[in-house]
């Protein structure tokens, strides 16, 4: 407490004027601190109104995804998706496309499982000449009992693109579907839309693309592309992208004369193994269903080696090293053995790794 003798020393004007420059720095960081803040929380906002096109809340209101292809009731394409066929050379996997295209448009009573609906379905086909896709035009014709109508089919285009190159190849299927609007697209032979099926960039932007071009037109697109020889698996990174990303990989492979057709990946339903053949009721030949080949009809070489190698029975993994020795890729002897377990041609024990065969009928 100050004296009625104290003074009070009051501060000199410098020490104010310092005080005060002080006071006006502070005010100043202050200002540009809460500007930089409001600079912050504005551009915070503009990223989250950029985001919001992505966003997915439990409240949306969304489209449910048409079926596009089904085969036997089982959804094997829907509006948005990607699907593949693959298989080995020669195992008629642009003969499958046309049993599921002619079926789809079918105006008789459809001859090979899938479900008609009638759509628009555009087919691009890139690596065959132009006789062979007039031939798959005139499959068409006959499988969709169109045949009398001079070779129209206003709910179908299909284009040839062998002479281009693959990035034209790809510029002009963007096109396309965008013009036509179709349901439905088949691309015969995706690999031919790069230089490089082995190139993981060029590989993963064609998929993408794909993928944005579905959902953009709410269509399903079904892919066909070979296997690795002595593999399942799709050829090139652009197989490998294309099965990560496909709602359905169907494989197809040669028993015989016959065609077998197997859900390699589901992420619906899986539809039942079934089987076809070519027959000849015009000159370009068209699929027909027909009945899975029986193991008497055709014995794979999984069940012959463990019969006549193994006397019945055997180690898994010995199996695989034998199928191995005959051509077999580690993947497809793995898959061929799972098969056959599947279908009951071989049978096997968890305890055990033992592979055998089954006891035979009564």
Same mark, same amino acid.
Request: hydrophobic share 40%; net charge negative.
């Given at each position: ?202 590989? @993963? &932007?064609?998929?993408? !693309?794909? +993928? *944005?071009?579905?959902? =953009? ?7 066909? /592309? ?98 191995? @020795? &005959?051509?077999?890729? !580690?993947? +497809? *002897?793995?898959?061929? =053995? ?7 041609? /071989? ?16």
């Amino acid at each position: 407490m100050l004296s009625e003798n104290s003074t009070i020393e009051l501060p000199t004007a410098a020490e104010l004027a310092e005080a005060n420059a002080v006071l006006a720095a502070l005010g100043q960081e202050y200002d540009e601190a809460l500007k930089a803040r409001q600079v912050e929380e504005q551009l915070r906002q503009l990223s989250l109104e950029e985001l919001r096109r992505y966003e997915v809340r439990a409240s949306d209101k969304l489209r449910e995804p048409k079926p596009v292809v089904a085969y036997r009731g089982k959804v094997i394409g829907s509006e948005g998706n990607l699907s593949a066929v693959v298989g080995e050379a020669k195992s008629k996997k642009s003969f499958l496309c046309t049993a599921i295209v002619g079926d789809t448009l079918a105006m008789v009573q459809p001859s090979n499982g899938f479900t008609p609906h009638l759509m628009r379905v555009l087919w691009i086909d890139t690596e065959q000449s132009l006789l062979h896709v007039r031939k798959i035009a005139r499959r068409l014709l006959y499988l969709t009992g169109m045949h009398d109508s001079q070779g129209e089919m206003p709910h179908l285009k299909l284009y040839a693109l062998r002479e281009e190159p693959p990035k034209e190849r790809m510029k002009i299927v963007r096109q396309a579907i965008e013009a036509f609007q179709p349901k439905l697209v088949v691309i015969d032979g995706i690999a031919d839309l790069q230089y490089n099926t082995n190139d993981l960039e060029e590989s @993963e &932007r064609i998929v993408t !693309e794909l +993928m *944005a071009l579905s959902s =953009i037109h709410h269509c399903h697109i079904l892919s066909v /592309l070979h296997t690795n020889p002595n593999s399942d698996k799709a050829r090139g990174h652009v197989g490998s992208a294309l099965q990560r990303k496909a709602e359905t990989v169907l494989y197809v492979h040669k028993v015989g004369e016959r065609s077998v057709v197997e859900p390699q990946f589901c992420r619906n339903e899986p539809f039942d193994r079934f089987a076809f053949h070519i027959e000849n009721p015009i000159e370009e030949g068209i699929p027909v269903s027909v009945g899975l080949p029986s193991e008497e009809q055709h014995r794979p070489l999984e069940v012959e080696l463990l019969r006549d190698s193994f006397g019945g029975a055997v180690e898994r993994s010995v199996l695989i090293s034998k199928l191995r @020795e &005959r051509g077999c890729g !580690e993947s +497809m *002897a793995k898959m061929r =053995i799972s098969r056959a377990i599947q279908r009951g041609a /071989l049978q096997f024990d968890e305890a055990t790794k033992i592979v055998s065969l089954p006891p035979d009928p009564e």
